[in-house]
């Protein structure tokens, strides 16, 4: 079977159908009112339903007026993702003493220092040999 054929056996269901409904409706005028008039109650009252749900008014949430100081203690809800020790943030110091840096700052040694040093001196001429 062709397309055409195919749209044309289509256009005579579908013509089909409408003589059929125009007759059932000319045989039955009240009914078809009847159920005329409920279809369009119905589709009338979805219409409001739709609009009224989507312009309901929405709540709005209001925040505190609460001035912020930075220097209170933090409250830290209780809750498994933080632990009770841990702080959000705190106030940092303008230098860190001796005792502090000492478990984390070493002096290098001669030798590191030269490594290194060589380390960088080998890095830079393989750029300077890799230029035009």
Same mark, same amino acid.
């Given at each position: 079977?062709?397309?055409?054929?195919?749209?044309?056996?289509?256009?005579?269901? #579908?013509?089909?159908?409408?003589?059929? +409904?125009?007759?059932?409706?000319?045989?039955? =005028?009240? +009914?078809?009112?009847? #159920?005329?008039? $409920?279809?369009?109650?119905?589709?009338?009252?979805?219409? +409001?339903?739709?609009? $009224?749900?989507?312009?309901? =008014? =929405?709540?709005?949430? =209001?925040?505190?007026?609460?001035?912020?100081? #930075?220097?209170?203690? $933090?409250?830290?809800?209780?809750?498994?993702? $933080?632990?009770?020790?841990?702080?959000?943030?705190?106030? *940092?110091?303008?230098?860190? *003493?001796?005792?502090?840096?000492?478990?984390?700052? *070493? *002096?290098?040694?001669?030798?590191?220092?030269?490594?290194?040093?060589?380390?960088?001196?080998?890095?830079?001429?393989?750029?300077?040999?890799?230029?035009?």
């Amino acid at each position: 079977m062709d397309l055409s054929g195919f749209f044309e056996n289509i256009k005579e269901k #579908i013509s089909d159908l409408k003589d059929w +409904l125009f007759d059932w409706i000319e045989e039955n =005028k009240k +009914l078809a009112l009847i #159920i005329a008039s $409920l279809i369009f109650v119905i589709l009338i009252c979805l219409i +409001l339903l739709i609009v $009224l749900a989507s312009s309901g =008014k =929405k709540k709005e949430v =209001k925040v505190p007026d609460q001035e912020l100081i #930075i220097n209170e203690q $933090l409250l830290i809800p209780n809750g498994p993702e $933080l632990p009770r020790d841990y702080t959000l943030s705190r106030q *940092t110091k303008e230098s860190w *003493t001796d005792q502090e840096i000492e478990p984390w700052f *070493t *002096t290098p040694s001669e030798k590191e220092i030269n490594s290194l040093s060589q380390s960088n001196d080998n890095m830079i001429n393989e750029i300077i040999k890799a230029a035009p």
